[in-house]
């Protein structure tokens, strides 16, 4: 909840667009989902904070240099270092009234997913990528940072095991391509899109729903 507090103190008093709010949300969620992660793994606070800064802007920085948007963005803005440190900090001081650390680090792992997802959409279709390019940059913005973060860890990434987590990205994606298509507020669609990708891998995790593995 703690968080949502955060995220809502920046939207009031900072006046910002709903792109860089999106952007926002996303760092916040990655940075608290890879902070529990290195807790689990029982690392110092600067191996905390590091986990929490790949996760939050590994897939960003990765999307970046694929499209040529360089010095990436966290280079040219320290307020994004700023922002995981803090989100960092908070993870710490409240992690002894995390009751099951699994449980809470799969809620924002999931909700990083949807925030990124649809952050790496939209940067495609700025620069007039087609559909399918839409989506591969989509999936890459929310699901390196934690490639990255569970290969430091020493654990085989989360989007290589049976569990669904590219796969919300992509259907969530292209629940976001039907709704373009009508007339819906784009800001109602980004909305929906985000839920649509949290709700998809909270269920897989809850329902233990995952794709065939090749035997």
């Not at 926002?24 to 940075?31: D, H, L």
């Not at 990255?148 to 796969?167: C, Q, V």
Request: proline share 2%; net charge positive.
């Amino acid at each position: 909840m703690t968080y949502f507090v955060l995220l809502l103190f920046l939207k009031t008093y900072f006046t910002v667009e709903f792109f860089t709010f999106i952007n926002i949300g996303g760092t916040i969620a990655f940075a608290a989902s890879g902070t529990l992660a290195g807790i689990r793994k029982k690392l110092d606070v600067f191996g905390l904070a590091v986990i929490a800064f790949v996760t939050s802007v590994g897939g960003g920085t990765i999307r970046d240099i694929l499209i040529g948007h360089l010095p990436v963005r966290w280079i040219l803005d320290s307020s994004i270092i700023l922002l995981i440190v803090t989100v960092t900090l908070i993870t710490i001081l409240f992690k002894n009234r995390i009751e099951t650390l699994d449980k809470t680090l799969t809620f924002f792992d999931s909700l990083g997913l949807g925030f990124f997802t649809l952050r790496g959409i939209q940067e495609g279709i700025a620069i007039h990528l087609d559909m399918p390019s839409c989506l591969i940059l989509g999936t890459i913005t929310a699901c390196f940072g934690g490639v990255i973060r569970d290969i430091l860890l020493n654990e085989i990434p989360t989007l290589f095991r049976k569990e669904i987590y590219a796969t919300a990205c992509i259907l969530g994606g292209i629940v976001f391509f039907l709704l373009r298509k009508a007339s819906i507020s784009p800001e109602i669609v980004d909305v929906v899109t985000i839920l649509t990708i949290f709700g998809i891998r909270i269920i897989a995790v809850k329902m233990n729903i995952s794709l065939p593995k090749i035997k």
